[in-house]
Each structure stands twice: as structure tokens, then as C-alpha cells.
């Protein structure tokens, strides 16, 4: 198809939108079809393939995975890409290589991570745990790496837990959820754990301390031993005391019913805290 003036797209849109062959929702809304087909022109792709590979998240035009890999890996200045898993600390590791850019572009995501934004509870984290924490180091290289790419949109996957993360019940301030930028500030910090607010330099052993302490689950607290590990693993190796203290204190705690377990990844059961 290749419409060229606005009569002909909405009139291929009306015989799309008749369609078995399309995903649910945009079954009978040729007007979704219309904006899809074209944000799938801008991406240069037919029209067909954006309405596989795009949808609508939180009001947000969003990327499937495999249309985003596609995207990115026909960029003119993409030049290689490389994935490793690390088993012993469940992190996934992604790392993309521009042309006429001397540094690589690399991300990870770890278990730890999945469990902080309260991902691992999903099936497919369960079944298939190193294939998700793949699929989201890579999407965080790839918009990283190369965001003109994917023309500035989102990817799918991100924006469905950032949609969940809002319906979290640790949100809810004095018995009502948040809302507008209230709201987003509470998801932030839901998913990506506390901030510390310390007179220590930023790096510090002492700023690392107060972090360590700060967190408010074994889920957060290992992201952050991770992340200080990476950081200065002889600050690491100093603070390890504190690390086993606080570890112990949460474990110690009574848990919050659907809390995840992050030493075996099961959704812990019983009655909430």
C-alpha cells in the first residue's frame, strides 16, 4: 500500500480495520490504523509491520522488541552489538558499537533489578528468567545507543511496567493514589529504589554506607550491593559488615504478602505484614 493523499490512507485504514489479520485493538478503529500506518512511514516501515510491532501504552506510541532490534540494526552507524549473561550474578549484559564512536554503549539488568520493579512475579520471568533480563538490558542499549533509531519512541515492555507500577499499592498516600507528577515521582521510586540524601560526596565510602542502609527491601538491597561492587569493589569488600547487618535486619522483618524472595525468586505467601 502506498496512499497518497489523506482520502486514500483513510480508506486503506477502513479495509484494515475490517481486518482479521491485525492485532485486537486496532480491530474497527481505522483512526488508530490511520496514526499507526503513519508513524510506521516516518519509522520506514510498511504499514502492515508498524501495526505488528507498535502500539499505544499510557498514551505513549510504543516498540515492540523484534521492531526495535530490526530498527536499530539498519542504522547506518550501527556496527556491532553483544549480549553475555553472568549466571553467578544473574545480570544480562548488552553492549552496542557505533561507527566513528570510540566508546561502546553497554547496559545490564540484573534479577535484582527485575525484582525491584516487581517484574519477576510475571509468568515469563519465572519460565524464563534469562531471556526477559535480556531482552530488557538490550532495550535500555538500544535507545541508549542509537534513539533516532527508534525516531524517540518508547519500548513496549517499559512502558507496560511503568503503567503497573503505578497501580502498586505502596503508592497509595494517606488511603489515595497520587496523581500527575505526584504520581510519577512515587512509580520512580517504587521501581528504582531509594535516593539518598547524605552530606558525603556522592561515592563515598560513607555516601555508600547511608545507601546500603537506606534501602527498605532484600530486593533494593542487592541491586545496590551489586551496583557498589561495580563501582569500587574495595569499598565493596570494606562495607560488607554493613551490607550482612542490614541484609539480616530485613530478612528478619515480617514480609509483605506478594513480596518477592530475592534468594530463590519465589512469591512469598501468608498473611501481609
Known amino acids: 500500500m502506498n496512499p497518497t493523499n489523506l482520502t486514500e490512507a483513510m480508506e486503506c485504514a477502513k479495509q484494515i480495520a475490517n481486518s482479521n489479520f491485525i492485532p485486537k485493538a486496532f480491530k474497527g478503529n ?11 512511514a516516518e519509522l520506514g516501515i510498511p504499514w502492515l509491520q508498524g501495526l505488528q510491532g507498535i502500539c499505544v501504552i499510557n498514551g505513549n506510541p510504543s516498540v515492540w522488541g523484534d521492531l526495535a532490534l530490526a530498527l536499530v540494526r539498519r542504522h547506518p552507524r550501527f556496527e556491532d552489538m553483544s549480549e553475555t549473561y553472568d549466571e553467578e550474578t544473574r545480570t544480562a549484559t548488552c553492549t552496542i558499537k557505533i561507527r566513528d564512536q570510540a566508546t561502546p554503549v553497554t547496559q545490564t539488568f540484573s534479577f535484582a533489578d527485575a525484582c525491584q520493579a516487581g517484574l519477576n512475579t510475571k509468568d515469563t520471568y519465572k519460565k524464563y528468567r534469562r531471556r526477559m533480563l535480556q531482552m530488557r538490558a538490550r532495550s535500555w542499549c538500544m535507545r541508549d545507543a542509537l534513539p533516532d533509531a527508534l525516531k524517540g519512541m518508547a519500548m513496549a515492555e517499559e512502558q507496560i511496567a511503568v503503567q503497573e507500577a503505578y497501580n502498586r499499592p505502596e503508592l497509595d ?9 505526584a504520581a510519577l515521582s512515587h512509580a520512580v521510586t517504587a521501581v528504582e529504589g531509594p535516593k539518598v540524601s547524605s552530606k558525603h560526596p556522592e561515592g563515598s565510602p560513607e555516601w555508600w554506607a547511608e545507601l546500603l542502609k537506606s534501602t527498605t527491601s532484600l530486593a533494593q538491597l542487592e541491586k545496590a550491593g551489586f551496583e557498589l561492587r561495580s563501582a569500587d569493589p574495595d569499598v565493596a569488600s570494606d562495607l560488607r559488615g554493613v551490607y550482612e547487618s542490614h541484609w539480616n535486619d530485613l530478612k528478619n522483618e515480617p514480609f509483605i504478602e506478594g513480596e518477592v524472595d530475592v534468594e530463590t525468586g519465589e512469591v512469598l505467601e501468608g498473611e501481609p505484614a
Open 30 to 40: 481505522a483512526g488508530d490504523i490511520l496514526v499507526a500506518g503513519q508513524m510506521a
Open 173 to 181: 498516600v494517606g488511603g489515595e493514589k497520587p496523581t500527575g507528577m
